[in-house]
């Protein structure tokens, strides 16, 4: 497999256009943004640059497409086909689109192709599955009253989705999005659009009508913008930044209300008790639950709390295990932990190790940038022994820096790991099975993994609570989002 990954990694890009009705089009504005990549910070290629006017385009195309019906109101099963085809095309081009995402964003291609290709794949499957499996109701009524409840497509959905996974998270809101039969106009970062540009040709191949699904690329501030403030968008799914959320919830209430879905960022902790099954294997997942994509994770196990009794011993492992971690090119199978995705991140990252040096943190390993000759953006796996009021325990990093945070016994644990504004995923490590379901109901998140991290599937809800977000990706619960109920009262 090294041998083809090289081949494609050399493959020139061609300048990148916008979808927009089923046509490549270029913006009003003739304006492009460049793609650096950051595994050796050179020039890739350039996408377009889209305005308000170009993403009005987009949205017509969808309304259009909606309400002539080729795809809202076709048969379940119809819709069904066109989604399986889509999969299968995801899988037949798995290794292509992998190594162009890591071209363009920096994971490391081990995780790249089960993350981005093979999580997209699995998700237009298990939608395309529950096309022709979700029913409506018919409520408890009286005898001579009929009570039904439809559930209808909502008419043109937006998706906003960040570059650390862009085909992985657009998939968990376009595919159930499309299954309840709606238009969709997506706008991927900026800073990695390349996978969604190439998976729109894949759709028009799969069969997908013309209209149903738009793509416009652009920067936050312009495009992004135009899409919250658009009056014909009926909802919008994000995941990003807790401030560009809040933003787009203004543009809703300064428009037409549009609903608005949030999946934002993450604190997580990770709790290790003594009486964890595994020791050695509740380190080195430990380790992997925070530096894999470089910690680039919106589940990121960023806090690592320890209690006491093996504080010292354990977070030595996890220091070892991360001083260990083989990082560098990304498109080097062997490699661990790939590129910080862009300039930018990187030094917000090394900032953040600075800042906690400064408040007096413990640096254990880690801390500075490397691989420096090559040009990419690439940062040590870094741990630190941390105080909970610290900002590295506090603040959101989205980088490989850990923070290892001493406790003892259940009620501090607790304390420690709710102390925060955000509520997205968690773990507990404990061969006790009533702690652990005591610790289940009181961690504040939305997801509670216990003597494991990450590995969910598509058969549970992703959401978090606080700051993290509100609604869910994933799971028949995501279909929600994209539906509106409707009641029919008839009198017989």
């Not at 799969?206 to 738009?214: D, F, H, Q, T």
């Not at 997580?268 to 530096?291: E, K, M, T, Y």
């Not at 995923?425 to 991290?453: D, E, F, K, Q």
């Amino acid at each position: 497999m090294q041998d083809k990954i090289d081949q494609l990694r050399t493959l020139p890009v061609a300048p990148q256009s916008l979808f927009i009705g089923g046509a490549w089009r270029s913006p009003i504005g003739g304006t492009v943004i460049d793609v650096i990549s950051p595994i050796d910070g050179r020039k890739l290629t350039t996408i377009a640059d889209a305005g308000a006017e170009d993403v009005d385009l987009a949205v017509q195309a969808a309304r259009a497409a909606f309400e002539n019906g080729t795809w809202s109101k076709a048969a379940p099963a119809e819709r069904k086909k066109v989604l399986l085809r889509i999969a299968e095309l995801i899988e037949k081009n798995a290794l292509e689109l992998a190594v162009l995402g890591v071209r363009d964003n920096g994971t490391e291609i081990s995780m790249a192709l089960k993350a981005e290709p093979g999580s997209a794949a699995a998700t237009f499957h298990y939608y395309a599955e529950a096309t022709d499996k979700v029913y409506g109701e018919i409520a408890p009524t009286a005898e001579k009253v009929l009570g039904l409840v439809h559930r209808q497509p909502v008419g043109v959905v937006a998706v906003i989705v960040p570059w650390n996974f862009p085909l992985m998270i657009g998939a968990w809101k376009i595919a159930p999005a499309l299954a309840t039969g709606n238009s969709v106009v997506l706008k991927p970062a900026e800073g990695a659009s390349l996978t969604l540009l190439k998976f729109a040709s894949l759709c028009a191949e799969a069969g997908l009508p013309e209209g149903v699904l738009n793509v416009v690329t652009g920067r936050g501030a312009t495009t992004g913008e135009a899409i919250g403030l658009h009056r014909d968008i009926d909802v919008l799914a994000f995941t990003g930044s807790g401030s560009v959320g809040r933003r787009l919830l203004e543009y809703s209430a300064r428009s037409n209300l549009k609903r608005v879905y949030l999946e934002l960022g993450g604190k997580s902790p990770n709790i290790v008790f003594a009486d964890a099954p595994d020791l050695d294997q509740a380190a080195r997942v430990s380790a992997h639950g925070i530096f894999r994509n470089s910690g680039q994770v919106c589940v990121a196990g960023s806090r690592l709390l320890v209690e006491k009794a093996i504080h010292e011993e354990f977070s030595a492992t996890v220091a070892r295990i991360a001083a260990d971690i083989k990082v560098g090119d990304p498109l080097q199978l062997s490699t661990e932990a790939g590129a910080i995705a862009s300039e930018l991140q990187l030094e917000k990252d090394l900032r953040y190790a600075e800042q906690a040096l400064a408040e007096g943190a413990a640096l254990r390993t880690g801390g500075s940038r490397i691989h420096e000759d090559t040009g990419g953006y690439y940062m040590q796996p870094t741990v630190f022994d941390v105080k909970p009021e610290m900002t590295l325990a506090r603040e959101e990093v989205f980088g490989p820096i850990l923070s290892i945070i001493p406790f003892e016994g259940e009620a501090e644990a607790l304390r420690i790991a709710n102390a925060t504004d955000y509520g997205l995923a968690s773990a507990v490590w404990t061969s006790n099975l009533s702690r652990a379901h005591r610790m289940i109901g009181g961690i504040r998140a939305g997801v509670v993994h216990v003597n494991t991290y990450g590995g969910a599937d598509n058969t549970v809800p992703l959401g978090g609570v606080k700051q993290s977000g509100n609604g869910h990706d994933k799971s028949l619960h995501a279909l929600d989002k994209y539906v509106d109920l409707k009641t029919a009262w008839i009198h017989l």
